[in-house]
């Protein structure tokens, strides 16, 4: 139990807290602070200046003040700050053998504090210890050769000292040690200010070898060039192209070269540097050489001068572009354009030939056609710049070697190949080529491109088998039938004309039919053969019923000189009527209508016009359910339809429509005179509403005949009501109800009943 108890710990216990108001004094954290700066509790007062009259209070002071900074460095050795104080404290009393003894057993703390070996060396220094400062500063830069400041004061204080001897043996020692740039620098200027232009000479020689950077050359030789050593300076310039080689070259080097030879008006050897330059160093790391390549020659060069400047920088680029991007086939077609304009054929060749070996790395048609423009220039380029027909032969045959024939080829090498041939005046070899095309890859183009060849050169029976062999490969090209057919036509053989039309439109399967028909006829009215034309038109018409082709029938049988050419005309229009009566296309319909009613209005009679213009249809304006995409209901469309007056299907609810007009007219001719017999009986009752009154409608417009239909303000209709009457209607006339006759009089009994 008293283990127990003595293993538990009290727990404090907490004051509850009754009242949790706030209280009514708010104290902020900034009051506070406040308050304690106003005060300045923290601050202690200071220590009461003691006044030193004899000898022994200041050997009693020097007492307590060493005990004081001894107990603080035997409570830390390692905190330099109190050593350095103590021994400053030591050289203000001027105990100076005090104070070197300090700053020793402070070395043997920690020798490699900076800063201890330079206020060590500073205070003998200050008292002027020369050879205790030497012996410091050669201790210091003994044990730390790469703290640059030992080397810096030291060397300066045997400057300052005039041994200048012992000072240049300082720097010797530090040079040993290779340090940065800057310590070279000074020892350069420290013989430069002896006049030493020997030593600064030699000190340069090895600086740049252990600094090899160009801007260190380039000081070398502004150093020469300072003193009046133009060869030496120049001799530097070289030594330092050769030591950097083409591996680390650097266009600074050749831009302050340039800038040398150009201060000693040595414009040629700047040409020259430049233009070296610009061959070996890479593009994006030659900007500044070409600005400064570009104001030289504004200022020393001729015109021609200056355009090879611009042409060297673009054929830079371009040769970058090509580099990165070996089948950028645009930038090497600006490439070769620049070097056409600018060099020699043997160099314009090299380009094109490094093009062309960069042939595309799938066989897709796609990614050849950019490419193969560049043999078409190449060829174009040897006929025409160099004059050399026969390596122009060679580019040609190399090209249609290249291209893989059975998956792709591209007729326009073959006709230029072809005309190239023709006017070396060799056509052997140009109908020898064009057939090996048409046989390995027979195309539309190559077919056209050789029988428009033949046709120049008058060759007829050469371009009839070519249009045979054109046939056999493409027999559904209709341009090709007719360009046959008029080529025969030319030549005056119209039987072999019709027959080549003949087998054209028995071709099972055509592009264009309606072309091939229009030129069939069309040639048939210019051999004046009209029977020949009307079963053309008859067999088209077997073929398909499309309204164009009635119109155009008509307009045929109406271009003819002839007595009956009105009737025929006519008797057309109305085999068209009849024909397209079934037709869905009511717009094809109603076209056929509007043809015929021009024609008869021109050439027709009143009794003729008024028939036609019975059977133009009614323009009415109906509304549809649309249904999205996902099958919801999607609202309503307003559309036009067209009644025609004989579509049997629309005769019922005509007829209803009609008779629903004349009901509502004659409803108000009933009201409006009932309403003028109650206004004279009752003219101080004031005006009464009549009786059905209630159940007028807005008026409709009075009802007119067929033949004024086309002229009426458009109508609108409902599907939805007119699915309704008819569905209405058909289910009365199925189940034995009342027909449309009784629907009407049965309105009219109730007409006069109201």
């Known amino acids: 139990m008293a283990s127990t108890a003595a293993g538990k710990q009290r727990i404090p216990k907490v004051a509850k807290v009754k009242n949790k108001a706030p209280a009514e004094v708010q104290i902020t954290a900034e009051q506070l602070l406040r308050e304690a700066k106003e005060r300045e509790l923290e601050l202690l007062p200071?220590?009461?200046?003691?006044?030193?009259?004899?000898?022994?209070?200041l050997n009693d002071y020097k007492l307590k003040k060493r005990k004081g900074f001894e107990d603080n460095i035997r409570k830390n050795r390692t905190v330099i700050s109190n050593w350095i104080k103590y021994a400053q404290w030591e050289e203000s009393l001027k105990e100076v053998q005090r104070a070197r003894s300090i700053y020793e057993r402070a070395l043997d703390v920690d020798h490699r504090n900076i800063t201890l070996w330079l206020k060590y060396a500073e205070m003998e220094m200050k008292n002027r210890q020369v050879n205790h400062a030497r012996?410091?500063?050669?201790?210091?830069?003994?044990?730390?050769?790469r703290v640059n400041q030992f080397w810096y004061k030291y060397t300066y204080m045997e400057e300052m000292l005039g041994n200048i001897a012992g000072c240049r043996q300082v720097f010797e020692r530090w040079m040993e040690w290779e340090p940065e740039e800057q310590a070279w620098h000074s020892y350069i200027n420290f013989e430069l200010r002896y006049k030493e232009v020997d030593k600064s000479r030699s000190i340069y020689e090895k600086f740049v070898m252990v600094h090899p950077e160009v801007k260190n050359w380039i000081k070398y030789a502004h150093f020469e060039e300072k003193h009046g050593y133009i060869a030496l300076a120049r001799k530097v310039f070289e030594r330092a192209v050769e030591f950097f080689g083409e591996d680390h070259i650097s266009e600074n080097l050749y831009v302050a070269f340039a800038r040398f030879e150009e201060k000693q008006k040595e414009f040629e050897r700047v040409r020259v540097i430049y233009?070296?330059?610009l061959d070996r160093i890479p593009k994006q790391q030659a900007q500044e050489l070409f600005k400064n390549y570009t104001v030289f020659e504004k200022r020393f060069g001729d015109r021609r001068g200056i355009e090879d400047v611009i042409v060297s920088k673009r054929r830079f680029q371009y040769e970058e572009e090509v580099k990165a991007n070996p089948h950028n086939?645009?930038?090497?077609?600006?490439y070769l354009r620049l070097v056409e304009s600018d060099t020699d054929a043997d160099t314009v060749r090299e380009v094109y030939e490094r093009a062309i070996a960069n042939t595309p790395p799938i066989q897709e048609k796609r990614h050849w056609r950019r490419y193969i423009y560049l043999w078409i220039n190449y060829a174009l380029y040897e006929e025409l710049e160099v004059k050399d027909p026969e390596r122009t032969r060679q580019v040609y045959q190399a090209c249609l070697e290249l291209i893989p024939h059975k998956k792709f080829t591209f007729a326009k090498i073959w006709l230029l190949y072809g005309q190239f041939e023709i006017r070396q005046k060799n056509l052997q070899n140009a109908r020898r080529g064009l057939g090996t095309a048409i046989g390995k890859c027979p195309k539309n183009k190559l077919f056209k491109g050789y029988i428009e060849l033949e046709l120049q050169l008058r060759e007829f029976d050469r371009c009839r088998k070519l249009y045979e062999k054109y046939l056999e490969f493409s027999p559904e090209n209709c341009t090709t039938w007719i360009k046959f057919a008029e080529l025969e036509?030319?030549?005056?053989?119209?039987?072999?004309?019709?027959?080549?039309?003949?087998?054209?439109?028995?071709?099972p399967r055509l592009d264009m039919p309606e072309v091939l028909w229009k030129s069939y006829i069309?040639?048939?009215?210019?051999?004046?053969?009209?029977?020949?034309?009307?079963?053309?038109?008859k067999r088209l018409l077997q073929r398909t019923q499309h309204v164009k082709v009635w119109i155009s029938f008509g307009q045929f049988e109406l271009s003819i000189d002839s007595d009956d050419r009105i009737q025929r005309c006519r008797q057309i229009y109305e085999e068209a009527n009849k024909s397209m009566q079934g037709c869905e296309e009511k717009e094809e319909r109603l076209m056929l209508l509007e043809s015929w009613r021009d024609f008869e209005d021109e050439f027709g009679s009143l009794a003729n016009k008024e028939r036609v213009q019975k059977l133009l249809p009614e323009k009415v304006?109906?509304?549809?359910?649309?249904?999205?995409?996902?099958?919801?209901d999607a609202g309503w469309e307003e559309y036009y339809d067209y009644i025609f007056p004989e579509d049997a299907a629309n005769l019922p609810n005509l007829k209803l429509l009609a008779m629903a007009k004349m009901w509502k007219k004659q409803q108000k001719q009933e009201d409006e005179e009932e309403q003028e017999e109650e206004e004279d009986e009752d003219d101080d009752e004031g005006q009464q509403v009549p009786q059905g009154k209630e159940a007028e409608e807005s008026p409709e417009p009075e009802e007119q005949g067929p033949a004024a239909q086309r002229e009426q303000p458009e109508k609108e209709y409902d599907d939805r009501d007119d699915d309704a009457e008819s569905s209405s209607s058909s289910d009365s006339?199925?189940?034995?109800?009342p027909r449309q006759d009784d629907k009407t009089e049965q309105t009219k009994a109730d007409t006069e009943n109201h």
Request: proline share 5%; net charge negative.
């Open 46 to 57: 200071p220590p009461p200046k003691q006044k030193i009259t004899d000898a022994e209070e």
């Open 329 to 334: 086939y645009d930038a090497w077609f600006d």
């Open 489 to 507: 036509t030319i030549l005056g053989d119209t039987e072999r004309a019709r027959a080549i039309f003949e087998l054209a439109i028995g071709q």
């Open 522 to 537: 069309d040639f048939e009215i210019e051999q004046e053969e009209y029977d020949n034309t009307r079963g053309l038109y």
């Open 135 to 145: 012996n410091i500063w050669d201790r210091a830069i003994t044990i730390l050769p």
């Open 733 to 737: 006339e199925s189940d034995g109800g």
């Open 621 to 632: 304006k109906k509304r549809r359910k649309i249904t999205a995409e996902d099958g919801s």
């Open 275 to 277: 233009k070296y330059a």
